[in-house]
């Protein structure tokens, strides 16, 4: 079975640019999570969508936007790029129940110059 | 709200001793707790998990056990390996889904 898998890879993208970060979960899980890991720090909670609704969002601006589609897979969507935004941006899915553990995707570096 | 400290890095032990990763936590409720692991150009990994006080998690000589008298889930191995070299990040479940994680710590083992 496929794991988490998330594209691009690698972006490079200017100041006030708009970026979108797209993720495909394992098959069967219906819950999608963003996080934004800055390198040397642990990640940061963005989103978490559920069954195709927003289940929880994290301390950041409204920049940042998500959404998950009928087949599960999410896009993370950020307006007006910051320098501070250059980071690692990870996808993880999970079934969604609580306690239940989050298998991670290898994650889209996004570099804003 | 909710948090999770973990002990700075790095950590530089030689192979075949014995390996402690301090991680505490704060948290209204009853969290799940966490260790990840995150290889050289890998991506996070889950190295163990425990979802109530006194459960222990384990996975590859890996312990770790959930002790809410002292709000910790401090990761312990018995004789690390070169191939253990790794960030190691806590994390917490909070009642609102989303995973809280720790600074992580970076593992360096030498031969």
Known sequence: ?113 | GDSVTQMEGPVTLSEEAFLTINCTYTATGYPSLFWYVQYPGEGLQLLLKATKADDKGSNKGFEATYRKETTSFHLEKGSVQVSDSAVYFCALGDSNYQLIWGAGTKLIIKP
């Open chain 1, 1 to 113: 079975d496929a794991g988490v898998t998330q594209s691009p890879t690698h972006l490079i993208k200017t100041r006030g640019q708009h970026v979108t970060l797209r993720c495909s979960p394992i098959s069967g899980h219906k819950s999608v999570s963003w996080y934004q890991q800055v390198l040397g720090q642990g990640p940061q909670f963005i989103f978490q969508y559920y069954e195709k609704e927003e289940r929880g969002r994290g301390n950041f601006p409204d920049r940042f936007s998500a959404r998950q589609f009928p087949n599960y897979s999410s896009e993370l969507n950020v307006n007006a790029l910051l320098l501070g935004d250059s980071a690692l941006y990870l996808c993880a899915s999970s079934s969604g129940g609580r306690g239940n553990e989050q298998f991670f995707g290898p994650g889209t570096r996004l570099t804003v110059l």
